[in-house]
Every structure is written in C-alpha cells, then in structure tokens.
C-alpha cells in the first residue's frame, strides 16, 4: 500500500478508524461550503463515504483550523508527483465552484491551468452549483519541476 512522505505530512490510504476525524470535517459547514454534497449530518454517513473511497480520485478538503500553512499545496503537490511518476495518467483533470477561491488559486500555483466551465452541474441540498475545469498534464508538471530546480 502506497504511503508518501513529505516534510510535514504523511499521505496514506484511509481506514475505518479515521472516521470520526473524517466527521469533524465533513460536517463542519465551513470546510463544507464548496464540496459535492451538503455538510455530513451523521458518522454514519461518514462511515459510507470512507468506505466508497476506493476509486482513484484525488480529492482535498482540511477543517478550517489547519487552512493557510500551505498544507494543501504540499499534499496535492506530493499525490500529484506519485500519480505521474508511477505513470497512472497523463493528465490530471480538477472541477472546481467558480466562487471557491482556495482551491482555484492551490491548483493555479500548482501548474493547473483552465480548459473551459459549465453551468448547473451540481445541485446540492436544491441550490444548483456551476464547475470550472481544469487540467495539468504530466509533461507541463515535469517541465515545471525542471525549472524549479
Ligand atoms: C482548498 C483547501 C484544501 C486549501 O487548503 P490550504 O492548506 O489552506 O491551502 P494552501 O495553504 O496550500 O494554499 C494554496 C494557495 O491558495 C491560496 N489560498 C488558500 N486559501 C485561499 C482563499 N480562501 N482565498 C484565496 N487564496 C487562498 C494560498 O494563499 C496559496 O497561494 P500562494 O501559494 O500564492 O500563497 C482548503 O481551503 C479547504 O479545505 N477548503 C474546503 C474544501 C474544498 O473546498 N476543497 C476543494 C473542493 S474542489
């Protein structure tokens, strides 16, 4: 099972028992605000959501008190890293609400660039919610990383 380290995280595979840290998350409204379903009202439903996070998407979402340290960018930056360097895609692909500002302005820093929008994609508690979309693919990530250094 993969496991990735970096300076301040270690990014491994979910398990049962982080439920309850995955609850005080998910139902937290403001770490919730932009996310693909309304705020989690039970641990239940928690519960099904960890057990259905078996396909290979990535997804980030941190409780509010750990925004700002820039934690997302060195975990996205690292899953990204692993999913080109063990060759699983040539391309990563993001859809993000238009009025997310955290998440457009991580996946910028990280290379992502726009590819187009579309209107009332998600309707979520009966509020419809538009996307934008973005993509990096593996030979602009790598090409980054050979200016960097
Ligand atoms: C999106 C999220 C994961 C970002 O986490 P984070 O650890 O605070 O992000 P980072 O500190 O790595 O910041 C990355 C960049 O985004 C910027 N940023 C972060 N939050 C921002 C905000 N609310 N408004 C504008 N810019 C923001 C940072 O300044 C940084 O840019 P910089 O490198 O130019 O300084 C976090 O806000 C979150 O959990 N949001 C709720 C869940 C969510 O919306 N997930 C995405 C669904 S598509």
């Known amino acids: 099972m993969t496991v990735i380290h970096t300076e301040r995280l270690v990014l491994r595979h979910a398990r049962l028992d982080d439920v309850a840290a995955f609850h005080a998350i998910l139902s937290n409204p403001v770490a919730m605000r932009w996310w693909s379903s309304l705020p989690h009202a039970s641990v239940e439903e928690t519960r099904t959501w960890v057990e259905g996070m078996m396909t ?3 997804g980030y979402i941190l409780h509010p008190d750990a925004w700002g340290q820039g934690l997302a960018r060195e975990a996205v930056g690292a899953a990204i890293d692993h999913v080109f ?3 699983m895609t040539d391309i990563a692909t993001a859809d993000v609400d238009p009025e997310n500002p955290g998440s457009i ?3 910028e820093r990280l290379g992502f660039t726009r590819t187009g929008s579309a209107e009332r ?3 979520i508690g009966g509020e419809w919610k538009d996307s ?3 993509a990096l693919t593996r030979d602009a990530w790598q090409a980054r990383l050979r200016t960097a250094s």
């Open 121 to 123: 994609t998600w309707n």
């Open 85 to 87: 360097a063990e060759r």
């Open 105 to 107: 302005r991580l996946l």
């Open 56 to 58: 290979p998407d990535v």
């Open 132 to 134: 934008l979309y973005f």
